[in-house]
């Protein structure tokens, strides 16, 4: 690569064996080869950073990318690959979307100066995944209102919309019922909890409206039955449809505390 560059973190993590080969592997964000970068004392900490032009990344660049949806989604896209290939072998801290730093001296800089603070929640991290739920009320999906018959036009059509409105409370009703049981489902087998915004339009696919959108902490031994009971959570209650996603690296549980915040 030709040019002034900038140094694209995705993730710190703790060195593990293969860990090299993977982030070697994989193809990172603009199409640049990933590299480990160690802490100066404590080297089993890594961070995973790639050389980017900074006439893509850097802040009025990124401020103007970040507003153009087909070059995000090839940046998110490529910085899960890498965030993934770090899982399959390690604990990973997966960082922001677009973390960009100076020079790799500046990454270890910032490895350094957290280092207890990156340690500790990475221990924290170990052996949980990420899991997330969504919630959705469809009352499409609800069985119909009768149909009613030997009414007026006007009555029959007064009748039929309180039906609509009745059938749409139900599913409400429902979706808080399958909610509880979600919420006894992670007593059982989560550690933690994130709650991020419901999506609307086009970043909630498929029909319904969504209502919970929440991001579960789980033991990997409790995987299957957190993903089988979730799922169940839906059972006999019409008009409500539950999604589970995983397991990922915990993207939603990475964030150090504020005080421990590292800069760019």
């Given at each position: 690569?030709?040019?002034?560059?900038?140094?694209?973190?995705?993730?710190?993590?703790?060195w593990a064996d293969g860990l090299d080969q993977a982030?070697?592997?994989?193809?990172?964000?603009?199409?640049?080869?990933?590299?480990?970068?160690?802490?100066?004392?404590?080297?089993?900490?890594?961070?995973?950073?790639?050389?980017?032009?900074?006439?893509?990344?850097?802040?009025?660049?990124?401020?103007?990318?970040?507003?153009?949806?087909?070059?995000?989604?090839?940046?998110?896209?490529?910085?899960?690959?890498?965030?993934?290939?770090?899982?399959?072998?390690?604990?990973?801290?997966?960082?922001?979307?677009?973390?960009?730093?100076?020079?790799?001296?500046?990454?270890?800089?910032?490895?350094?100066?957290?280092?207890?603070?990156?340690?500790?929640?990475?221990?924290?991290?170990?052996?949980?995944?990420?899991?997330?739920?969504?919630?959705?009320?469809d009352a499409a999906a609800a069985p119909p209102p009768?149909?009613?018959?030997?009414?007026?036009?006007?009555?029959?059509?007064?009748?039929?919309?309180?039906?609509?409105?009745?059938?749409?409370?139900?599913?409400?009703?429902?979706?808080?019922?399958?909610?509880?049981?979600?919420?006894?489902?992670?007593?059982?087998?989560?550690?933690?909890?994130?709650?991020?915004?419901?999506?609307?339009?086009?970043?909630?696919?498929?029909?319904?409206?969504?209502?919970?959108?929440?991001?579960?902490?789980?033991?990997?031994?409790?995987?299957?039955?957190?993903?089988?009971?979730?799922?169940?959570?839906?059972?006999?209650?019409?008009?409500?449809?539950?999604?589970?996603?995983?397991?990922?690296?915990?993207?939603?549980?990475?964030?150090?505390?504020?005080?421990?915040?590292?800069?760019?």
């Open positions: 690569m030709t040019g002034p560059t900038l140094a694209y973190t995705y993730a710190v993590a703790r982030v070697g592997a994989v193809t990172g964000v603009a199409g640049c080869r990933v590299h480990l970068v160690r802490a100066t004392h404590e080297r089993s900490l890594v961070a995973a950073v790639s050389s980017v032009p900074s006439g893509d990344f850097d802040e009025a660049s990124l401020r103007r990318h970040l507003e153009e949806l087909p070059w995000l989604e090839d940046v998110a896209r490529a910085h899960h690959g890498v965030i993934e290939a770090i899982a399959t072998h390690t604990t990973v801290l997966p960082l922001r979307l677009a973390t960009v730093h100076l020079d790799d001296g500046r990454v270890r800089a910032v490895l350094d100066t957290r280092q207890d603070a990156f340690l500790d929640r990475l221990a924290e991290l170990a052996g949980l995944l990420e899991w997330g739920v969504k919630l959705y009320v009768p149909s009613v018959e030997n009414l007026s036009p006007g009555r029959a059509y007064l009748r039929h919309r309180r039906a609509e409105q009745d059938l749409r409370q139900d599913s409400y009703q429902a979706a808080r019922t399958a909610a509880e049981r979600i919420d006894a489902t992670a007593r059982l087998h989560a550690v933690d909890r994130v709650r991020h915004r419901v999506q609307l339009g086009e970043l909630a696919p498929g029909p319904g409206t969504n209502v919970v959108n929440d991001a579960y902490l789980v033991p990997a031994e409790h995987a299957a039955a957190f993903r089988t009971d979730a799922l169940r959570a839906a059972d006999g209650l019409p008009g409500v449809r539950i999604a589970v996603t995983g397991p990922w690296a915990p993207y939603s549980f990475a964030t150090l505390p504020p005080e421990e915040e590292a800069s760019p």
